[in-house]
């Protein structure tokens, strides 16, 4: 299993600031996940942070906007850039430990609720 | 592309009522299969998973669901809610060929009355 410690757990900020949410993880993981939920929407997988490495980003998510860090294995940053209140949403950090050894069971923080005014 | 329906977007029950919420996938391949919930103020944790074996699979607090795989279908049961279980619930899956990645639905939000 894993924990997760997700900062902050809300915030509300200007139009055309920037946003670092951090994920401590109290264990070693290969991959960690960034998600967005949108109200009343599934949650969209934003990109994938290996440790030592570019992190991925799925369609429709860019790094200009999203800036991920993964400075070790256990902690990972996502900075949304230059908000606007379309960004407004919560974001969620995930960890599978086990993941490409067949064990794909995910671990979540308690999410970033982010308003954008 | 990939994809997860869950039918009902809000559910309101009266406590020892029957819960049955229903979650379909599109993908023509072996997926692992999962229910989360999340409680309010809480973190989205792992109600119960199918990876193969025995088509039903039983998770915590008496919640059950059942793979049928004709139906591409995973529906999550139990026979009589409490007011404890009021929380939003989540199917998701795993593709197990080529690259990993969740695929969530839009989330069920149940609500039990005492």
């Known amino acids: 299993s894993a924990v997760i410690s997700q900062k902050p757990s809300r915030d509300i900020c200007q139009r055309g600031t920037s946003l670092t949410i951090q994920c401590q993880v109290d264990s070693q993981v290969t991959m960690m996940f960034w998600y967005r939920q949108q109200p009343g929407q599934s949650l969209t997988l934003i990109a994938t942070a290996n440790q030592g490495s570019e992190a991925t980003y799925e369609s429709g998510f860019v790094i200009d906007k999203f800036p991920i860090s993964r400075p070790n294995l256990t902690f990972s940053t996502l900075t949304v850039s230059n908000m606007s209140p379309e960004d407004s949403s919560i974001y969620l950090c995930?960890?599978?430990?086990?993941w490409g050894q067949g064990a794909v069971e995910a671990f979540f923080g308690q999410g970033t609720r982010l308003t954008v005014v | 592309a990939q994809s997860v329906s869950q039918h009902n977007h809000h559910v309101i029950l009266s406590e020892a009522a029957s819960l049955e919420l229903g979650c379909n996938y599109s993908?023509?391949?072996?997926?692992?299969l999962f229910w989360y919930v999340q409680y309010p103020g809480q973190h989205l944790q792992l109600l119960l998973k199918?990876?193969?074996?025995?088509?039903l699979v039983k998770g915590i607090k008496g919640f059950e669901a059942e793979f049928i795989k004709s139906k591409f279908s995973f529906n999550l049961r139990k026979p009589s809610v409490q007011w404890s279980d009021t929380a939003e619930y989540f199917c998701a899956v795993v593709t197990t060929s080529g690259t990993y990645k969740y695929i969530f639905g839009t989330g069920t939000r149940l609500k039990v009355l005492a």
């Open positions: 199918y990876f193969s074996g025995d088509p």
């Open positions: 995930s960890v599978a430990p086990g």
């Open positions: 993908y023509g391949g072996t997926v692992n």
